[in-house]
């Protein structure tokens, strides 16, 4: 395996936020508390953590009993042992999806053994653990995955789940199609290690939070990744008093809230979450689906529920299994339930980041860092072989596939009229150029008549030899058939792959022994887009 380090400028769609915190530059120093390079700053960070040593236990006991029942390896025993000896953890975290989701979920669990084990050569003991997002209710987006077909189509799998809709898909149980659409993933991908792990973990009448759970399990029982569903009852009561401090602090909340959201306008950011003088960080489960919680004249309200606050406070000391925290609030959550050095995430979370920061220090008192995961494209022999006869880039498919399609039957135009039309642009730069300096002599106010002149002429061939590779497109269908299969398994609905295909097709192509060439690619100094050449 090769690689090379694509800056994620080249990207479409990377936020300028994102761009600077990479760098540690413009103005996002101000709205993170940390670089991210985990090395400078551990064992600083370290020493701001409080953890009292009995939440330490009880905390403990519950993610044995969890990992246990979900067939955890020895590796991730020996964590969990150390652990309760004092460890501190580098958390990520992701949405349950079908059939373990898209690659990146593997690459943020990855990224976060990297990260531990960077800490740990700083001298600060720390394990990797996987935050389970089951009290999420977006149940469509997590119902479906993508791997990609011998054709070079890509195919879409999905399936059913019983549940209410809106409920966290915690509750979320599978029905009997599960086990049409595992066979048909498959015969897709054919019989390996992944596949047998996906089929025993994905079975009809498995709750959508435990078939993850088991599956990853057995995909990282070799890294000792210690998994947690934080949506159990035992944790809620746990986290109880940051649910009340939450309802307690809301308008205070908001208001940070809403400051924070200026700060990062007037510096040219975005908002990832849009907070509103209504909002709070809760939601609360009634009859079944997660309802949010919303502050009108100094009430509250949920659903057709109104409360006051002191009512709101009491049903969360009474339930707090029934109140869930949202996406500005769970990480504050998580970080009160473990002793968190850092959180790693894509560049969404690392966006919205900028605002937990505001809840953090008024809930926890610190601000926990956050670390942009590993990210990476695949590139497979097949696919590197068109890539090498058409002379491309893996930047060029960041285009889009049409605009690949024309790149792709420019290379194989004829030699002769390739060098006929790059001989005809270097003749209108040679003459232009004789003309700009005869114009010099006789009027100066015209040279840039003659460069506007020279960039439409320029414009005119390009356009001929767009014309020209079209025509090619249309007598020759092998061209069309390879940049279809380069599109979906590179850049699939212009998208990177590993946001839109499933890990286990890796998995189940290359065996898990994928895992330790991700591994070692996830410990290089690269903080931008890794091209991984297989």
């Known amino acids: 395996m090769f690689s090379e380090c694509l800056p994620f400028t080249n990207i479409p769609h990377t936020s300028r936020l994102f761009l600077d915190f990479l760098s540690y530059s413009g103005k996002a120093p101000q709205f993170y508390p940390r670089s991210p390079y985990i090395r400078e700053w551990v064992a600083e960070e370290a020493k701001s953590i409080v953890y009292p040593a009995d939440r330490r236990k009880v905390v403990a006991d519950l993610l044995e009993r969890q990992n246990r029942g979900w067939g955890m390896g020895e590796k991730t025993a020996e964590n969990l042992h150390r652990f309760r000896d004092g460890a501190n953890v580098v958390v990520t975290g992701q949405q349950v999806g079908v059939f373990g989701g898209p690659l990146f979920a593997i690459l943020k669990a990855l990224t976060a053994v990297a990260l531990a084990e960077k800490s740990e050569s700083a001298g600060v003991p720390a394990v990797p653990v996987f935050w389970l997002a089951t009290e999420d209710h977006d149940l469509a987006e997590v119902s479906v995955g993508s791997v990609p077909a011998s054709d070079g189509s890509l195919v879409t799998l999905r399936t059913s789940a019983k549940t209410i809709e809106e409920s966290p898909v915690g509750d979320a149980v599978f029905t009997a199609d599960i086990d049409a659409e595992i066979e048909k993933l498959t015969e897709l991908l054919g019989t390996s290690d992944a596949t047998d792990a996906l089929s025993s973990a994905y079975r009809s009448g498995e709750k959508m939070g435990d078939a993850f759970a088991k599956f990853y399990s057995k995909v990282l029982a070799e890294w000792g990744v210690i998994l947690i569903d934080a949506y ?78 002191e009512e709101l406070l009491q049903r969360i000391s009474a339930t707090p299994e029934k109140f869930s925290a949202n996406v500005l609030l769970r990480p504050v959550v998580q970080d009160y339930l473990l002793p968190t050095l850092a959180y790693t995430g894509g560049p969404a979370e690392v966006a919205y980041f900028t605002q937990v920061g505001v809840v953090h220090e008024q809930l926890l008192g610190r601000k926990t860092p956050v670390i942009p995961r590993f990210s990476a494209t695949i590139v497979e022999p097949k696919q590197q072989k068109f890539l090498k006869k058409y002379n491309l880039k893996f930047a060029d498919l960041l285009h889009g596939p049409e605009k690949l399609r024309v790149i792709m039957a420019q290379r194989v135009l004829p030699a002769s009229l390739q060098q006929d039309m790059e001989n005809a642009e270097q003749l209108v730069g040679h003459a232009m150029e004789k003309i700009r300096a005869d114009l010099q002599q006789l009027d100066p106010t015209l040279v840039d008549s003659a460069s506007k002149a020279e960039a439409k002429m320029r414009y005119q061939l390009q356009r001929l030899g767009g014309r020209a590779a079209r025509a090619e497109l249309k007598r020759n269908e092998v061209i069309d058939s390879n940049a279809r299969n380069l599109s979906t398994h590179l850049f699939p609905n212009k998208n990177l792959p590993e946001r839109e295909i499933l890990g286990v097709y890796y998995l189940a192509k290359y065996g898990f022994d994928l895992l330790h060439t991700l591994h070692e690619a996830a410990q290089k100094e690269c903080p931008d887009h890794q091209v991984l050449y297989l």
């Open 232 to 309: 159990e009852a035992d944790f809620h009561q746990l986290a109880k008093p940051i649910y009340l401090a939450a309802a307690n602090k809301a308008d205070k909340l908001d208001e940070l809230l809403l400051q924070r959201g200026k700060e990062l306008e007037a510096a040219g950011y975005h908002q990832q979450v849009k907070v509103t003088s209504s909002s709070t960080q809760l939601f609360e489960i009634l009859d079944g689906k997660r309802v949010v919680v919303q502050r009108s004249n100094g009430h509250f309200k949920a659903g057709s529920n109104r409360y006051t606050k």
